[in-house]
């Protein structure tokens, strides 16, 4: 299976002040048709996870403009240019290139 | 909205079979272009990819639950189904139903014990 190690595993940050979480895999997630299904997610203190980026740097739907993913082969980046109070939880990427798809060990993040 | 809500028995015994269904709202389960997907939590852990399932009744299943696995999909109750046969306490977690990883439910807590 694909490793996913993400890092730091926890992230204490400051109000207002930017974040940035990586993910590096354990093999390229360029899918032979060209696209690269790497995806993060969002749990917050007890609720289900929520997408934010599909395929690397793709916000989805709702999600503010604070958050921006970005990277290739096999180095993706999750950035938060401005943390909110409403951004503590714990943050997974995901690949979906490869069978079976896997899950990195997840970041925490928390308001020093 | 699309919605999606599991549901189940929340104790099962050990080396019986986990039931869980998932319904859907508010959106089309017999489009093609999504899956049906469930992913597990153990309690305080991280995420487990278990499987998926498209409208046509075709599967994947994550390799090292796929002897004990079953899924399904009955589009014309907008349901969606998992069964997983010889259940131990490494099963217990937090189920969620996704479709295609972007709409979630809330979970359901399925704990394995005597």
């Known amino acids: 299976d694909v490793v996913l190690t993400q890092s730091p595993l926890s992230l204490p940050v400051t109000l207002g002040q930017p974040a940035s979480i990586s993910c590096r895999s354990s093999?390229?997630?360029?899918?032979?048709?060209?696209?690269?299904?790497l995806h993060w997610f969002q749990q917050r203190p007890g609720q289900s996870p929520r997408r934010l980026v599909h395929?690397?740097?793709n916000r989805d739907s709702g999600v503010p403009d604070r958050f921006r993913g970005s990277g290739s082969g096999t180095d993706f980046t999750l950035h938060i240019s401005r943390v909110e109070a409403e951004d503590v939880g714990i943050y997974y990427c995901?690949?979906?290139?490869?069978?079976?798809?896997?899950f990195g060990q997840g970041t925490k993040v928390e308001i020093k | 909205q699309v919605q999606l809500q599991e549901s189940g028995p929340g104790l099962v015994q050990p080396s019986q079979t986990l039931s869980l269904s998932c319904s859907v709202s508010g959106g089309s389960t017999s489009s093609s272009s999504y899956y049906w997907s469930w992913i597990r939590q153990p309690a305080g852990k991280g995420l487990e990819w278990v499987g998926r399932?498209?409208?046509?009744?075709?599967?994947n299943y994550s390799p090292s639950l796929k002897s004990r696995l079953t899924m399904s999909a009955d589009t014309s109750k907008s349901q969606f189904s998992l069964k997983l046969t010889s259940v131990t306490a490494a099963d217990t977690a937090i189920y969620f139903c996704?479709?295609?990883?972007?709409?979630w439910g809330q979970g359901i807590l399925v704990t394995v014990s005597s």
């Open positions: 395929q690397v740097s």
């Open positions: 093999q390229s997630l360029v899918h032979s048709g060209g696209d690269t299904y």
């Open positions: 996704t479709r295609s990883e972007l709409y």
């Open positions: 399932v498209y409208p046509d009744g075709s599967t």
């Open positions: 995901m690949q979906g290139t490869h069978w079976p798809p896997t």
